[in-house]
């Protein structure tokens, strides 16, 4: 079983910063995507960002040049740092992580990040 937490979330003011770490542990294959995805009070989940074993990273739009996602393998960590924050981009931010090996996909509890403007 696989279980991934986060942490980090909280309040900040427009243009303020915030890191989210996302620990993931139990049985995992190297060969794996982590990511991180949002959902603002009323809207679907939306994408945000996704590394992959090899340290490829893509971004939604919406956050490329603001937010930044790395990780660590040998902890099974994935972090997303987050700078120049928009009211826009409140909203439960939830850690990801999809093996290609068994094909599974994992999500947290999700960490509320609130923006005040």
């Known amino acids: 079983q696989v279980q991934l937490v986060e942490s980090g979330g909280g309040l900040v003011q427009a243009g303020g910063s915030l890191r989210l770490s996302c620990a993931a542990s139990?049985?995992?294959?190297?060969?794996?995507?982590m990511g991180w995805y949002r959902q603002a009070p009323g809207k679907q989940r939306e994408w945000v960002a996704t590394?992959?074993?090899?340290?490829?990273?893509i971004y939604s739009d919406s956050v490329k040049g603001r937010f930044t996602i790395s990780r660590d393998n040998a902890k099974n960590m994935v972090s997303l740092q987050l700078n120049s924050l928009k009211p826009e981009d409140t909203g439960v931010y939830y850690c990801?992580?999809?093996?290609?090996?068994?094909?599974?996909?994992?999500w947290g509890q999700g960490t509320q990040v609130t923006v005040s403007s």
């Open positions: 990801n992580l999809f093996d290609r090996r068994v094909v599974g996909d994992y």
């Open positions: 139990g049985i995992i294959s190297s060969r794996n995507n």
């Open positions: 590394i992959t074993d090899r340290g490829t990273t």
